[in-house]
C-alpha cells in the first residue's frame, strides 16, 4: 500500500524559513522522481521543485533561489527546505512520487499523492 505523509507546515513570518517532509511507504522510492507542487485557494495546483533519482533537480521560476528540494533514499523521504519566504508562498503543499524515474515538472506524470500540509506566511 503507497502512502505519502508530509510534515512541517505551519504559520512563518515573512522572510522565514520552513522545512517540509514527506515521508514514504510502499514505494520504490529509489528509484523514482519526486515533487512538490503546492495550490492556494481559487488557484490551480502548481509545480514547485521535483528531483530525480539521481538528485538532479528542478524549481519553478517562482521558488528558485530560494527553495532546495532534497531526497533521502535510506530514510524514503523528500525534503522541501523554503527559506525567504513571501506571502505569496501561502498554499497547501503536496508531495509526489512520479511513474518514471526521470525528472519530470507535470502534474500528469505523478502517480501518488499526499494529503498536503498548509504552509501560511504572514506579511
Known amino acids: 500500500q503507497v502512502q505519502l505523509v508530509e510534515s512541517g507546515g505551519g504559520l512563518v513570518q515573512a522572510g522565514g524559513s520552513l522545512r517540509l517532509s514527506c515521508a514514504t511507504s510502499?514505494?520504490?522510492?529509489?528509484?523514482?522522481?519526486m515533487g512538490w507542487f503546492r495550490q492556494a485557494p481559487g488557484s490551480e495546483r502548481e509545480f514547485v521543485a521535483a528531483i530525480s533519482r539521481a538528485s538532479t533537480t528542478n524549481y519553478a521560476d517562482s521558488v528558485k533561489g530560494r527553495f532546495t528540494i532534497s531526497r533521502d533514499n535510506a530514510k524514503n523521504t523528500v525534503y522541501l527546505l523554503m527559506n525567504s519566504l513571501k506571502a505569496e508562498d501561502t498554499a497547501v503543499y503536496y508531495c509526489a512520487a512520479a511513474s518514471t524515474v526521470f525528472l519530470t515538472s507535470r502534474i500528469g506524470a505523478y502517480d501518488n499523492w499526499g494529503q498536503g500540509t498548509q504552509v501560511t506566511v504572514s506579511s
Open positions: 510502499g514505494l520504490t522510492f529509489s528509484t523514482l522522481a
